[in-house]
């Protein structure tokens, strides 16, 4: 982005930085499904929509700070150098621990699934049908709006408090962490919710399959610490 001269030169090259870093989604996509055991993958999931925004917080530090102090220029200097970093960090981290990673066998993830509803289930293998019947059509609009305005606002809220406020564009993009730290306290919340929900799915279940009261109560007061 440095060495562009015209705006038309920036947006193919952001336009090239905005596919690569979409074919993450279906690496990570892929660890979940074939590497995570099923019992960690909610929580795993959970984490990892977490790490969008504190990485977004991280960014507008540096990029206040390299405004800041230098230019604009090296946002994209310093972004490179910590993109390195990250890239020497993982690959070291992956090639440590190579030898104890293995796929998660299909028959684990059946038999740690939760059978009771699954028994009446049909296997479905197409595309289309899996997306109608899972509910994801439905999901679409709301993604979509979330989308618009999530970056909309993730992208304009600098410009427009520097221009409505007059404010310097570093102190704009510092003001601007509040907006992904509130949205990390939303993980926060749907993680607790989420494991009260499961927690209690997981009582009534048992309490199903016990007869006795005093069964019941001491699963209860196990359950709950």
């Not at 038309?8 to 930085?17: E, H, K, L, T, Y």
């Not at 019947?133 to 909309?152: F, M, N, Q, T, Y």
């Not at 993730?154 to 520097?162: A, E, K, L, Q």
């Amino acid at each position: 982005m440095t060495f562009c001269t015209t705006n038309v030169m920036m947006a193919i090259v952001w336009g090239f930085n905005g596919f690569a870093l979409s074919l993450l989604w279906a690496a990570i996509l892929k660890i979940l499904a074939n590497i995570i055991n099923y019992d960690m993958r909610s929580k795993a999931c959970l984490n990892i929509s977490a790490t969008l925004p504190i990485g977004t917080v991280l960014a507008y530090i540096l990029a206040s700070v390299s405004i800041k102090f230098f230019n604009w220029k090296y946002v994209f200097y310093t972004s490179s150098v910590v993109l390195i970093f990250a890239f020497l960090f993982f690959t070291a981290i992956y090639l440590l621990s190579k030898r104890h990673i293995t796929n998660v066998p299909i028959e684990n993830n059946i038999n740690n699934s939760k059978k009771e509803e699954n028994t009446n289930a049909k296997s479905v293998n197409k595309f289309l049908p899996l997306f109608l019947s899972a509910g994801l059509l439905l999901v679409l609009p709301a993604d979509a709006i979330h989308g618009a305005i999530k970056e909309g606002i993730s992208t304009w809220v600098p410009t427009m408090i520097t221009e409505t406020y007059n404010t310097p564009v570093a102190f704009s993009v510092f003001v601007s962490i509040i907006l992904p730290i509130v949205n990390l306290s939303g993980n926060g919340i749907i993680n607790a919710i989420f494991g009260g929900i499961k927690n209690d799915t997981y009582i009534s279940k048992q309490n199903r399959r016990m007869h006795s009261p005093d069964q019941v109560q001491h699963f209860r007061r196990t359950v709950q610490g």
